[in-house]
């Protein structure tokens, strides 16, 4: 007893080093968030503040001026670009990826888990490997295959493309998951008569939902995050998804519309931002490999 | 033996079902895993085979089909290029900088989302912005952030005293790499907190408190169990990262293009600007492919660290 009083200081000590190390946690937390969130504040203010005060050397820059807030900017993006389009292709593209990664990545994902046939260890790490082959390397010679695919210049170049790494990832997500469902429900389902492609379509599907849903919005955000393969094999307006779009065609030789630009970033970027941290920790589940339970 | 004897009678069965061959795992298996074998190998596997041949050859964006087989002209063409070696030099100087960075600040952030404090949810997704939003918004906001005249960056370095003058971030060859580093640790560090922190959470309480009434410190406490034990996740984490930011034109490309004067290249974006830009998509393929032999040496010993844990 005496021990375990010894061992603790004082009562009201304690509570202020406990004080002390609250405040230097937040203090800490607060100096993170402030580098992490200042460029998305930027990309606030910047949106809505007229240009006469947004190009004044001698206005007040981290907040709104005298001339207030305006939409000048967000106007100019929908109404004189192809913003509108851009959204719109960049869902086109972003589902047509999620169907094909679905379709190609979960059949896989369960006979990788599941099927104990020769090689598939291999097989498996060899998969999440290919989703290590940079783009970089690979868009080059893209290139010549969309060409021949006669897709250059339209959104099918960028719906072929994207599953080169959405399948390999969500393949990868997809064994992780099945492997949490246990052994005997298949079982037994085959036990009740079920074939074993009975059993998978009948009760590991409905199971498997949740894993179906973080896969698809991961080929989903991931579609959204590239900008090589977009940048490299589309040049339309037309046919630009959103990430180029703002990026090329708010920029006239010289002059970068600042405004319309950031009201472009915000708008195309914090949708994605919300989504993509709500599904994270599957995410990265995913990259070490299950190791963290 | 009531076992053994019921295996046969299963047999039986299925094999006079009309789906016969697919009950059993070896073909099934092969028939759900073939479609996204013939993906990865008309769509990865032959795309890089082109890519070795693109690099032999004087292909452009004119040729139609392929170009003619010219060994290793464009390599020697390379090496013989002031701007290869300047972005060889920066892709390497910029991966290992900005890993040894985005570590350090990683491992700090990630110590602290560990507390577990109230809010801590609201901190995460704001300090999570960085890795969550698409590259290319945040880079093209960070040209701005960084532009001559009107840079919020210098602003308020001026208002805490710590700029004197207006530093031109993207003219001078030395600060452009400085902010290309600096905004590709500015997107990584989130990564790094994350994954170490998910490695912390591995790591369960019974054992550390063990640890603790046998008298460990906190100091032995981190070295002695907690790094043995996440050090392998670190470790598959940061090769991830280490082979995205060597591979990643973004930032290069939308902060400076390479420029000034051709001084922040990276293979990458070297890469584009000769494949693409200039057409010459021989050489471009030949430069992208140099980036193979570091890679491989990441991605063996990734490979070698899945495989010790068993996967």
Redesign the interface.
């Known amino acids: 007893m005496a021990a375990t009083v010894a061992a603790y200081p004082p009562r009201k000590s304690r509570q202020l080093r406990v004080l002390r190390k609250r405040v230097l946690v937040y203090a800490g937390l607060c100096f993170y968030a402030l580098i992490a969130g200042l460029p998305v504040y930027w990309m606030l203010i910047t949106t809505f503040k007229p240009d006469q005060d947004l190009y004044n050397l001698r206005s007040f820059p981290l907040f709104f001026n005298e001339r207030g807030v305006t939409m000048d900017h967000v106007t100019l993006l929908f109404n004189r670009t192809g913003f509108g389009v851009w959204i719109k292709n960049t869902f086109l593209v972003s589902a047509a990826v999620v169907v094909i990664t679905l379709i190609f990545a979960v059949p896989a994902g369960y006979a990788l888990a599941r099927l104990r046939f020769r090689g598939a260890e291999s097989l498996t790490i060899g998969i999440f490997m290919t989703y290590l082959v940079p783009t970089t390397l690979l868009f080059l010679p893209l290139v010549k295959v969309i060409a021949w695919l006669g897709l250059f210049d339209k959104l099918g170049a960028l719906i072929v493309a994207y599953p080169t790494f959405t399948i390999p990832f969500c393949t990868w997500l997809m064994a992780g998951f099945f492997k949490t469902i246990p052994f005997e429900i298949e079982e037994a389902a085959m036990m009740d008569g079920c074939s074993r492609v009975g059993a998978i379509v009948r009760v590991i599907l409905p199971l498997s939902l949740a894993g179906m849903l973080t896969v698809a919005i991961f080929a989903f955000t991931l579609s959204m995050q590239d900008f090589v393969y977009a940048l490299t094999f589309v040049s339309s307006s037309d046919q630009k998804v959103v990430n180029i779009g703002v990026v090329t065609e708010l920029i006239r030789g010289d002059v970068f519309y600042w405004g319309s630009l950031m009201a472009g970033a915000l708008i195309a970027g914090v949708p994605v931002a919300i989504l993509y941290s709500f599904f994270l920790d599957y995410f990265i589940k995913g990259i070490t490999g299950g190791a963290v339970k | 033996m009531a076992e053994s004897a019921s295996v046969p009678g299963i047999r039986q069965r299925?094999a006079s079902?009309p789906?016969l061959s697919?009950?059993r795992?070896?073909v099934?298996?092969?028939?759900?895993?073939a479609?996204?074998?013939f993906?990865?190998a008309v769509?990865?596997g032959?795309?890089?085979l082109?890519?070795v041949y693109?690099s032999l050859s004087n292909?452009d964006?004119a040729t139609t089909g392929?170009g003619r087989f010219v060994g290793l002209d464009n390599f020697v063409a390379l090496s013989q290029s002031d701007v290869f070696w300047v972005a060889l030099r920066n892709t390497i100087g910029f991966a290992l900088i900005s890993a040894v960075l985005k570590g350090l600040l990683g491992t700090?952030?990630a110590f602290?989302?560990a507390?577990n404090?109230p809010?801590?949810r609201i901190?995460?997704?704001?300090?999570?912005?960085?890795?969550?939003?698409?590259?290319?918004?945040?880079?093209?906001?960070?040209k701005?952030?960084l532009d001559t005249?009107?840079s919020?960056i210098n602003?308020i370095g001026r208002a805490l005293g710590i700029l004197q003058s207006n530093p031109n971030w993207l003219g001078d060859p030395t600060l452009a790499m400085i902010s290309i580093i600096a905004v590709n640790v500015?997107r990584g560090f989130?990564f790094a907190a994350?994954?170490l922190l998910?490695?912390m959470?591995?790591v369960s309480q019974e054992v550390l408190d063990a640890a603790k009434v046998d008298g460990a410190g906190p100091v032995t406490r981190f070295r002695k169990i907690i790094v043995p034990i996440i050090a392998?996740?670190l470790f598959?984490?940061s090769l991830?990262d280490l082979?995205?930011t060597?591979?990643?034109?973004?930032i290069v490309?939308?902060l400076t293009v390479g420029g000034p004067a051709n001084s922040t290249h990276v293979?990458?974006s070297f890469?584009?600007l000769v494949?693409?830009q200039s057409g010459a998509?021989g050489r471009?393929?030949a430069i992208?492919?140099l980036?193979?032999p570091i890679?491989l040496v990441v991605?063996f010993i990734?490979?070698r660290s899945?495989?010790r844990?068993d996967?």
């Open positions: 299925t079902s789906s697919l009950e795992p070896g099934l298996g092969s028939v759900l895993v479609p996204a074998i993906y990865i769509l990865v032959w795309p890089f082109l890519a693109l292909t964006v392929l700090v952030l602290l989302l507390e404090l809010g801590t901190f995460r997704f704001i300090i999570l912005l960085p890795w969550t939003i698409p590259i290319a918004l945040s880079s093209i906001t960070w701005w952030m005249q009107y919020i602003w500015w989130p994350i994954i998910a490695g959470t591995s392998p996740i598959v984490g991830y082979v995205f060597l591979t990643d034109m973004t490309f939308l293979l990458a890469a584009f494949g693409v998509l471009g393929a992208a492919l980036l193979l890679l991605v990734t490979l899945l495989r844990r996967l």
